[in-house]
């Protein structure tokens, strides 16, 4: 049976435990006792208690609560045999450290217990000589028990404080970091959604007229091809500057940021989708059907056109030849119903490559919104499967779905 390695004292109370047994040795050897031996005891015994007083002190940070009664036994033993101020101090340490360095119950109980042995000396100390003098005895042990403790409880609980104020600092520093990175993310989030939905529709125009100018072998409608190319690459890049100005957060007089897009450029965004998507065999309608009142708030009206915007791109590149509609509904109860359908049928293949991020995008925009969305194939009309992309949007109480006042046309 190994025994348990002794705790290695620390470099301070190493310096404490010799510096106090040579200012013992220096007053042994000189003869300086604070009291004298009782009964006639020879001095010499007086050195064992300084020594276990200097034990003590070694292990005053890394033994608490054993190291308390071994001083206290001390203290007693040097004052029998003839006290050494050395020892005294030496003690009144101990105490302090078993109240800074000790478990939370030790520094709890040293104060109260230093106050108790104290004033039980001091009244033994009167009860037996019966002079008030006695009671100087009393002064004695606060200056060395009671006033070491409760310097010790005090110092103990600014250190606590102190660690309890790091803690709460690197808890908040934490958060902050947690929240930094959220916002990082929820904004890297936001600009690819922005992103995609501005640029994919002008990209993929460019790519399935790109394609139609490989496989043709006519002039005239390669140079109509490159016209539109053209076109949607100088839209994109301007919608591209847009964008940069608004990251950049300028201000400046010389370059206003553009307005958001609103529903009032649904016709624009459809004529454009008719003009790309009329070689393809699809055409494109527009059914406003929603009752009167304000416009809905301004991210709603964006997310609205943002998923149009994005479901006729992906009818360009995906659908059958056919009518794609695009259906808005304010139903009245504080939300806004929009609804893209187009002719859906199996393909080998799309006219321009697609990622999936934009039904992605499209999700996230309605779930930041608070709002339903749902996209895939459904049965339409005469029995033609049809996909549908449905989009309910939750709007400010009392408020209405349309800009214009124009309610229940069919553009087409």
Known sequence: MSLLPLPRPHRDDVLIAVAGAVGGLVQWRLGMFTSFPVGGVPQAPSLVPLAVMCGAELLRRTAQPWVLPAAAAALVADTVTGSLLATVLMFTDVVYAAVLYGPPRVARRVPPASVLATTALALAAFFAWRLPGALTVGVVGALVSVGPAFTGSVVRNHRDQALAER??????????????????????????????????????????????????????????????IRENSVQGLAEMRRLIGLLRETGGEEEPPSAAPTLDGLDALLAHARAHGAAGGLSFSLRDERSGGPPP????????????????????????????????????????????????????????????????????????????????????????????????????????????????????
Do not use: C
């Open 297 to 412: 708030p301004a991210p709603v009206e964006l997310a609205a056109y943002r998923i149009v915007q994005e479901s006729l791109t992906n009818a360009l590149k995906h659908a059958a030849p056919g009518e794609v509609t695009v259906r808005l509904d304010g139903s009245g109860e504080g939300s806004l119903a929009v609804t893209v359908t187009s002719p859906h049928q199996e393909r080998s293949g799309s006219r321009a490559p697609g990622s999936g991020a934009g039904l992605v995008g499209m999700r996230e925009r309605v779930e930041l919104l608070g709002g339903s969305f749902s996209a895939g194939p459904v049965a339409g009309r005469a029995g033609r499967t049809v996909w549908e992309v449905r989009a309910v949007l939750p709007v400010a109480e009392g408020t209405g779905a349309d800009r214009s006042g124009a309610r229940g046309r069919t553009r087409g």
């Open 167 to 228: 803690l709460r600092a690197e808890q908040t520093a934490l958060l902050a970091e947690m929240d930094r990175v959220q916002a990082v993310t929820a904004e890297r989030a936001r600009m690819a959604r922005e992103l995609h939905d501005v640029v994919a529709n002008h990209l993929s125009a460019i790519a399935i007229h790109a394609t139609a100018a490989q496989s043709l072998d006519d002039r005239e409608a390669s140079r109509e091809a490159l016209a539109v």
